[in-house]
């Protein structure tokens, strides 16, 4: 089986591992929590402003790190921002340029630019929020606060950034130079530093195959480990922040508790 | 050691708050009650009764927040069967919130669940903190088996439910 082979075979079966991480270990425990206490909870009265609120305090300010410090925050802000941008722009690039190809966004054009501008501008936050992250995993390794870091999780997302911006250079660095390119921020910087050296015929697709892998490997990793933050935290939070629901379900267990024993009778 | 537990006298609480102050000043929690007092109000005037009910962690035998918890964060003491939360795996994604019946887990100004850990940093012998502190003996702690007589005593009872609380219920 050839490496290519391989690829076509491992990138549906790593999204595979995603779906099924996410069903047991999210989805089916949501389904068993609503399932249990719906009863208790009344959906009819959800406040839209409060869950409003709480997606700007949670998913766009991540507020709740906030008191953990500048430097947590920020790291935790530039991780996400930079990874969900990303993640969009990688979506974008795929349907126009793969899927759904059309003149505008073929290389060289302004689409095409626009997309490298925003891959590599998001892929340069992310990797300076996961620098500032490995960071303090090296600077905290023997202290309390090491048990907070997710250093498995940082590496794995690192070692997907760093080869997509190896690749993108390498692949850049066999082209005649453009100064076009320069869109492409640290991708093109890269390219011209080691130009020298070019081409990078095999290598190129080893740097590129590997970045595919890692980064289809690292979307499974999401739904198994302390990653599947992204998708729960928010979800929950969201459900938390209805004042009226949680009074709800902490009332009607309370009036049932508080029933004297000959009214139950 | 068997499962430890509670008992609690809604007769004899007298909705002080004691308990609630004494379990955040001894846990350090700060504006996070482990252990909050609801208050219901019940008949109309002049039969009014006011009846209190301090809820804890219940460190139920299922525990429904333990099989929600989607990082396996919260795990039960074989030793004690008390439930305990990992801080540092801690998503704080609150659906062990939703998942417990009583509604019991906090989240903390970081984000994180926190909740009563049975006093696990106080000295052998000392009863927990907010059993020390009832003026009124409403509270009692210890182990479902010595728990039992007692409640059997004062008429309670065991609350009931799949996961199982480690309660005794005076009423």
Known sequence: MTLMALFWVLIPLFVGVLFIGLYRNLFAKLAAIFGASGRFI?????????????????????????????????????ISWGFSVLFTFDVLTAVFTKYLPSEPFMPGHPGWLFLKLGLNLSGMVLLVGLLIALGRAVTTASTEEAKFNDTPGTVFLLLVVVTGFIAEAMHFAN????????????????????????????????FWIAHALLASAFLA???WSRMIHVFAAPLGRLFYAQPALREAKVRGVMEELLRPRVERS | MGQKGWLFDINRCIGCHACT?????????????????????????PNVVLRNLSMPCLHCADAPCMQACPVKAISKRASDGVVLVDQATCIGCTLCFWACPFGVPKIGPEGKMSKCTYCDNRPDGLPRACEEV?????????????????????????????????????R
């Not at chain 1, 402003?49 to 906030?66: C, H, T």
């Not at chain 1, 640290?186 to 050296?197: F, K, M, S, Y």
């Not at chain 2, 846990?27 to 109309?44: C, K, L």
């Open chain 1, 42 to 78: 009344p959906f009819g009265s959800v406040n839209a402003a409060a869950l409003g609120q709480a997606y700007v305090d949670e998913v766009v300010l991540q507020r709740r790190i906030r008191p953990r410090g500048r430097l947590p925050w920020a790291r935790h802000m530039l």
């Open chain 1, 175 to 206: 082209l005649p130079s453009d100064p076009r390119r320069g869109w492409a921020l640290l991708g093109h910087w890269l390219a011209e530093t080691i130009r020298g050296g070019a081409p990078y015929g095999a290598s190129y697709s080893v």
């Open chain 1, 221 to 223: 990793y999401l739904g």
């Open chain 2, 21 to 45: 102050v004494a379990c955040a000043t001894w846990n350090g929690t700060d504006s996070v009650f482990w252990r909050p007092v609801a208050t219901i109000e019940r008949g109309t005037y």
């Open chain 2, 134 to 170: 009832c003026p009124t003996k409403a509270i009692v702690s210890g182990d479902l088996e010595t728990l039992e007589p007692i409640a059997r005593q004062r008429g309670g009872e065991r609350v009931g439910g799949p996961a199982r609380p480690a309660l005794f219920l005076v």
